[in-house]
C-alpha cells in the first residue's frame, strides 16, 4: 500500500500484485458496513433488527471467508522487492499485507466476539437508545481496522489500520450517556490522536534512519547495522512507536483515559473496548516488539516488563477505590493487560527458543481473558436497564435475588478475573503466565503476578459481595427491569452470555485447543524473526 | 488384586470426587425437599465409596505407592494430569473428610425442623450444601492428588466455596472475616503456585510418585530451599502456623457451624498434609535444614495458642484458637519428622486426625450452644449443664478429648510429637519438648476453666434465664417469640446425627491407634529412609 515510500529508497518503482482472495475478509467486511448504511437509510420497518441481521452477517461472513478463501495457509499482498538500500544494505523482498494462520485464527476470533457484542447491544439498539444505523456501521468499520491490522507488515500500513480501529470507537463511546459520554469520547480522543501523532513521529524517525518502513526489512537493517552513530535516534523512534501502541493497549503510564471511556461508554461498547480493542492492540505492539526489533529485545524486554508491573499493580490498586462497576472493569482491564503483557517482557532476556512459548502464554492469557470478560459484561447487560450504564457497585445490590441467573453468570465472570476454581478457564490462564516466567527464570516477575493476583482477589471479591448485599434500595428500586428483561431484545443477549458461559466452563476443562491455536499463532509470530 | 476389582475401585475412586462435584452443581436449581434427599444420596455415596477404598489396600514400598490410582492426560501445556491415587497417609484423611461432610450435610438437613429456622434461612440451604460439597471436591482431591500442579489446583479450589460460605452465611462481622480469609489463604495458595511450578520446571515432571522417590526430586540444593520457603510459606499460612495464623480467629468465629467445622476439621490439614506430602519425601534436604525452624515456630505456635485461650471469654473463639495450639503440635511432629524421626511422622499423622475429629465435635456442640442461648460468652453459659446436660457432657467430653485425655484420640498425637522432639538428643528439641508439655498443661487449664463455666450452678436461678443471656446482635438465631423457649430445647436428630460418630470414632482412635498406624507404616518408614 504504502510500500512505494520505501521503494522510493532504492529508485525502483513498479505496480504492486495485490492478492485479492488475502483481503477477501476484509472486503466482506466493507461491503457489510455499506449495506447497513445504506439499509438504515431506507428501510423503516423492522430496521434495528435488519441491521443486527446484517451486521452478525458481515462479521460471520468475514469470520467464513478468512477460513474459506485466505485459509491458513500464508498468501501475501501488496509487495515490495529486495532491493540494495543507499546505506548499502540488502534487503529482502517484502510485504505490507500478510495473512497465514495466525491472522486468520484471531480474525474468527474477533468476527465471533463482535458477534457476541452484537448481541448484547440488542436492548440498547431496540430501545431507540442509541441509533442503530450508525451503531452497527461504526462497529464493523471498527472490525475493519482489527482485521487489517492483524495483516499488516509494515509500519504506516499498521498505523493506519490502528486509527481505523480506534476512530469510530470514540463515537461508539459517544453513543451512551449524553454528556459524561461526549466528555470521555473528546478526552479518548484527544489521547488518541497524540498517540498516533507520537507513533508517525517515531515512524518517519525510523525511516529517516532505516529508510525501510517494513518490519521484515526493518529487522534486516538493524541486524545487518549492529552499531552506528545513529543508535540514539533509533531508540528514540523505537520508544515513540511502542508508545503511541501502548496508549492503545492502555497500558501504564498511557492508561489515564481507559477508566473514564469504559464508565460513559454504553455496556457493549465498553465490552468491545476491553475485547476487540486488545487483541488489536496486543498484536500491533507484538508485530513492532517481535516484528520490527526483534534483536533489540533485550533492550526493550525489561522496559516492557516493568511498564506490565506497573499496570497490574496500579490498576488493580486503583479498582479497588472504584465505586463504579464500569470504571472498576476499566481499571481490572488495565491491569489484566498487564498479566498479558508480562511475559513479552521476558522475551529480551530468555533464549530464542523460548519465544513462541511465551507469545502463546501471553496470547492464552488474553484468549481466557476474552470470553471471561465477556461473560461479565454480559451479565451487566442483563442486569441493567437498556439505557443504563454499568452503574455503581451498590446498584447490585439484591441482583442475587432479583435474578438469580444474571447473579450467577456474574459471580462466574468474576471468578474468573480473580483466577479462582471453579472458573479453571481464569486459574488455567494465571498458571500458564507463571509458567512461561518461571521457565524463563524470571522468578520475580512471577512474584509480582502472584502479588498482584491476591490483590485482585481484593477486586473482584468486593464485586461479588456488592450482589449480596441486601440494601434499601432492593424492594424499591425494581427498576423497570423486571418486566423488560423478560422481553425479545434480552433473550438474545442471554443466549450470548450463556454462549460465552458455557464456552468458558469448556475451556476450562478442556484447555487444550486454546493452547494449541496459541501456539501455532505466536510460532507463526515468531517466524517474523527468523 | 483382579482386574476387574482394580477397574471397580477406580471407578470408586473417581467417584468420590465427581458425586460431590455434580451435587453442587445440581443442588442449587433443587427445592429444600429434593436438595436434602440429593445430598444425602451424595454424601453418604462418598462416605461409602471413600470406606470402600481400603479394600485392596497393601504396606507401602515408597513413600508414595497408592493402593488404587487413575492417572488421565488433561492440560498438557502446563504438564497437569488428572492423576489421583489413595495410600495409607491420605485414606485416613479422606475418609474423615467424607465422615465430617457426611456429618455437616445430616446437621443441615435434620437439624433445623418447621419452627426453629426462618423461611429465608430455609430457603437458602440447597446452596450451602451446595457449596459443602463443592469444598468436599476440594479437599478430597488435595489429598488424593498424585500431580503436583493438580494438587495445587485442588487447593486453590478451596478457597470460593469457603469465602462464600462465610461471607454468606456467617456471623455479624463475616465480610471483613471472609475477605481476610480469602487474602491470606489466597496469599498462601498462590505463592504455592510459584513454588509448585518452579518445582515442576526444575524437575521435569509433575508426578509426585517420581518426584518423592529417594533422595528427593533431585534438585540443587538451592532450588531446594527456593521451592521450600515457598511451599512452607503456603503451608504455614493453611495450617495456620505461628506467626501466619492471624486470619484463622475471625474466620472460624465469624463462620457458620459446618463452615467452623470443615475449616478446623479439613481445610487445616490441607496445610499439614502438604507438608507431609510435599516437603519431606521431594525436598529432603530443604526440610532437614529447616527443621529447628519449623520446631521453633510449631512450639511458638503451641505456646501462644495456649495463652491466647486461656485469656479468651468467648467459647467458639477460644476453640477457634486452640486450633492453633493443636496444629502446633502436628507441624511439631512434621519438624521432628524431617529431622529424621519416624515416631514424628506418626505423631503428626495422628494429630491431624484427632484435631479434625474433635475439633469439629467441639465446633458441632458449641455451634448448638449458640443457637440456643444466643452468646457462647463464658460468663453467659453458666447455667448450662443444668439445663441440658446432655449438651454439656458432651461437651465435656470434646473438650477433655481436646486436652488430650489419654486412651482418647488427642492423646496420642500430643504426647509423641513431644516424644519425638525429645528423642532428636540435640539440647534444643529437648527445650522444644520440654516448653511443649508445659504448654499441655495450660491447654488442659483453659478447658478446665471453659467446663468450670458451662457446669457452675447459678447462685440466683431466676436471674440466668432469660435476662441475663445477652441478645444475639441479629435476632436470626434466638427467637423472640419464646423468650427462653429454646434454652432448654434438647438435641435435634441432626445435631446428634453429626455428634454421634464423632464421640465414637474419638474413642476408636484414642483406644485403637495402631489401627491407623499400621497403614500408613510403610510410607512413614520410606519418608524418614528417604529424608535421611
Known amino acids: ?530 | 488384586m483382579s482386574g476387574r476389582t482394580a477397574a471397580i475401585a477406580n471407578v470408586l475412586l473417581v467417584s468420590t470426587l465427581v458425586v460431590p462435584a455434580l451435587a453442587a452443581l445440581v443442588l442449587p436449581l433443587c427445592r429444600l425437599v429434593v436438595a436434602r434427599v440429593v445430598a444425602l444420596l451424595a454424601c453418604l455415596w462418598t462416605l461409602a465409596a471413600s470406606g470402600a477404598l481400603l479394600v485392596g489396600h497393601h504396606p507401602a514400598r515408597s513413600a508414595v505407592d497408592p493402593w488404587h490410582e487413575v492417572d488421565w492426560a488433561w492440560v498438557a501445556a502446563l504438564r497437569l494430569r488428572f492423576h489421583i491415587g489413595v495410600d495409607g497417609i491420605s485414606w485416613p484423611l479422606v475418609l474423615l473428610t467424607s465422615l465430617l461432610v457426611a456429618c455437616c450435610v445430616f446437621y443441615l438437613i435434620f437439624g433445623v425442623s418447621g419452627d426453629q429456622a426462618e423461611a429465608e434461612s430455609q430457603r437458602r440451604i440447597p446452596l450451602l450444601l451446595s457449596l459443602v460439597f463443592a469444598l468436599q471436591t476440594a479437599m478430597l482431591g488435595v489429598f488424593m492428588s498424585l500431580d503436583v500442579v493438580l494438587f495445587f489446583v485442588f487447593f486453590e479450589l478451596t478457597l470460593a466455596p469457603m469465602y462464600a460460605v462465610i461471607a454468606g452465611w456467617g456471623g455479624p462481622h463475616r465480610r471483613p472475616a471472609a475477605m481476610k480469609f480469602l487474602l491470606y489463604t489466597g496469599l498462601g495458595s498462590l505463592l504455592l503456585a510459584i513454588g509448585v511450578l518452579l518445582l515442576v520446571s526444575a524437575a521435569g515432571t509433575a508426578d509426585l510418585t517420581q518426584l518423592s522417590a529417594p533422595g528427593g526430586a533431585g534438585l540443587s540444593h538451592y532450588t531446594q530451599l527456593a521451592v521450600f520457603v515457598l511451599l512452607l510459606l503456603a503451608f504455614a499460612i493453611k495450617a495456620p502456623l505461628w506467626p501466619l495464623h492471624t486470619w484463622l480467629p475471625d474466620a472460624h468465629t465469624q463462620a457458620p457451624t459446618v463452615g467452623s467445622v470443615l475449616l478446623a476439621g479439613v481445610l487445616l490439614k490441607l496445610g499439614s498434609y502438604g507438608l507431609i506430602r510435599l516437603t519431606l519425601p521431594v525436598l529432603p534436604e530443604a526440610a532437614r535444614s529447616a527443621a529447628w525452624l519449623l520446631g521453633a515456630a510449631a512450639v511458638a505456635a503451641i505456646v501462644i495458642g495456649a495463652l491466647v485461650c486461656l485469656a479468651q471469654t468467648e467459647l467458639k473463639r477460644m476453640i477457634a484458637y486452640s486450633s492453633v495450639g493443636h496444629m502446633g503440635f502436628v507441624l511439631l511432629g512434621v519438624a521432628s519428622a524431617a529431622a529424621g524421626s519416624e515416631i514424628g511422622l506418626q505423631a503428626a499423622l495422628l494429630g491431624n486426625l484427632a484435631h479434625g475429629v474433635i475439633t469439629s465435635l467441639l465446633f458441632f456442640l458449641v455451634g448448638s450452644v449458640k443457637d440456643r442461648w444466643g452468646s457462647t460468652e463464658l460468663t453467659a453459659c453458666v447455667g448450662l449443664a443444668a439445663r441440658l446436660p446432655l449438651l454439656a457432657a458432651l461437651l465435656c467430653f470434646g473438650a477433655v478429648a481436646s486436652f488430650g485425655l489419654p486412651s482418647l484420640a488427642g492423646f496420642w498425637g500430643e504426647a509423641f510429637s513431644m516424644l519425638a522432639a525429645w528423642q532428636q538428643v540435640d539440647v534444643w528439641w529437648r527445650l522444644y519438648a520440654t516448653i511443649a508439655a508445659v504448654a499441655a498443661a495450660i491447654v488442659v487449664a483453659y478447658f478446665l476453666r471453659a467446663l468450670y463455666y458451662l457446669s457452675k450452678a447459678s447462685d440466683h436461678p431466676t436471674d440466668v434465664f432469660p435476662e441475663n443471656v445477652p441478645q444475639a446482635p441479629s435476632s436470626t438465631t434466638f427467637s423472640l417469640k419464646t423468650p427462653g423457649g429454646r434454652l432448654a430445647e434438647p438435641l435435634t436428630a441432626g445435631e446428634l446425627l453429626a455428634v454421634v460418630p464423632l464421640v465414637l470414632v474419638t474413642l476408636v482412635l484414642g483406644v485403637w491407634p495402631g489401627g491407623i498406624l499400621s497403614l500408613s507404616a510403610g510410607a512413614v518408614a520410606a519418608i524418614i529412609s528417604g529424608a535421611s
Open chain 1, 1 to 530: 500500500m504504502w510500500s512505494s515510500l520505501s521503494l522510493s529508497a532504492s529508485d525502483q518503482v513498479s505496480s504492486q500484485a495485490i492478492d485479492h482472495a488475502a483481503l477477501m475478509p476484509l472486503y466482506v467486511l466493507a461491503g457489510a458496513a455499506i449495506a447497513v448504511l445504506l439499509a438504515d437509510l431506507f428501510v423503516t420497518r423492522g430496521r434495528v433488527w435488519l441491521l443486527l441481521g446484517l451486521s452478525a452477517a458481515g462479521s460471520t461472513g468475514a469470520a467464513v471467508t478468512a477460513l474459506l478463501i485466505t485459509g491458513t495457509g500464508s498468501r501475501s499482498s501488496f509487495c515490495a522487492a529486495a532491493a540494495r538500500l543507499r546505506s548499502g544494505v540488502d534487503v529482502s523482498a517484502a510485504c505490507s499485507y500478510v495473512t497465514n494462520y495466525a491472522t486468520t485464527a484471531v480474525t474468527v476470533v474477533l468476527c465471533v466476539v463482535v458477534v457476541v457484542v452484537l448481541a448484547l447491544s440488542v436492548p440498547l439498539l431496540s430501545k431507540e437508545s442509541a441509533p442503530a444505523g450508525e451503531y452497527c456501521f461504526l462497529l464493523l468499520c471498527s472490525l475493519l481496522g482489527a482485521v487489517a491490522l492483524l495483516g499488516a507488515r509494515d509500519l504506516l500500513t499498521l498505523i493506519v489500520a490502528t486509527e481505523g480501529l480506534t476512530l469510530p470507537v470514540y463515537v461508539l463511546v459517544a453513543l451512551g450517556q449524553a454528556r459524561r459520554g461526549i466528555a470521555s469520547a473528546t478526552t479518548f480522543f484527544t489521547v488518541s490522536v497524540v498517540s498516533t501523532a507520537i507513533s508517525l513521529v517515531g515512524a518517519s524517525l525510523l525511516y529517516a534512519v532505516l529508510g525501510v518502513v517494513h518490519f521484515e526489512q526493518i529487522s534486516q537493517v538493524l541486524t545487518a547495522r549492529p552499531a552506528s552513530a545513529e543508535m540514539g535516534v533509533l531508540y528514540a523512534a523505537m520508544t515513540l512507536v511502542l508508545a503511541g501502541f501502548l496508549f492503545k493497549l492502555a497500558t501504564v503510564p498511557f492508561h489515564s483515559w481507559a477508566p473514564g471511556s469504559y464508565d460513559a461508554a454504553p455496556l457493549p461498547v465498553a465490552a468491545y473496548l476491553t475485547t476487540v480493542s486488545k487483541v488489536g492492540g496486543l498484536f500491533a505492539v507484538l508485530l513492532v516488539v517481535v516484528g520490527a526489533m526483534g534483536d533489540r529485545l533485550a533492550q526493550l524486554g525489561p522496559v516492557l516488563a516493568v511498564l506490565a508491573v506497573a499496570s497490574m499493580t496500579l490498576g488493580n490498586l486503583a479498582a479497588l477505590r472504584q465505586h463504579r462497576v464500569s470504571r472498576l472493569l476499566g481499571w481490572s482491564s488495565i491491569a489484566q493487560l498487564g498479566y498479558v503483557l508480562v511475559p513479552i517482557g521476558v522475551l529480551g532476556v530468555s533464549g530464542r527458543g523460548e519465544v513462541s512459548q511465551l507469545l502463546a502464554s501471553s496470547m492464552s492469557y488474553l484468549g481466557f481473558y476474552l470470553v471471561i470478560t465477556l461473560v461479565v459484561f454480559g451479565a451487566l447487560v442483563l442486569s441493567r436497564a437498556p439505557r443504563d450504564d454499568g452503574g455503581a457497585l451498590v446498584d447490585l445490590a439484591g441482583i442475587a435475588v432479583r435474578s438469580p441467573w444474571t447473579c450467577a453468570a456474574l459471580l462466574f465472570g468474576l471468578a474468573g478475573l480473580a483466577g479462582l476454581p471453579p472458573v479453571f478457564a481464569g486459574t488455567f490462564a494465571k498458571l500458564i503466565v507463571l509458567r512461561s516466567l518461571i521457565d524463563a527464570g524470571a522468578i520475580w516477575l512471577a512474584v509480582a503476578v502472584v502479588l498482584n493476583a491476591v490483590v485482585g482477589l481484593a477486586v473482584y471479591g468486593r464485586v461479588a459481595l456488592a450482589c449480596f448485599a441486601s440494601s434499601v434500595a432492593e424492594t424499591a428500586s425494581l427498576p423497570p427491569c423486571s418486566s423488560q428483561r423478560r422481553r425479545a431484545p434480552y433473550v438474545l443477549a442471554a443466549a450470548a452470555v450463556l454462549a460465552v458461559s458455557v464456552t468458558t466452563a469448556v475451556l476450562g476443562l478442556v484447555p487444550e485447543p486454546l493452547f494449541d491455536i496459541c501456539h501455532r499463532v505466536a510460532s507463526s509470530l515468531a517466524t517474523l524473526l527468523m
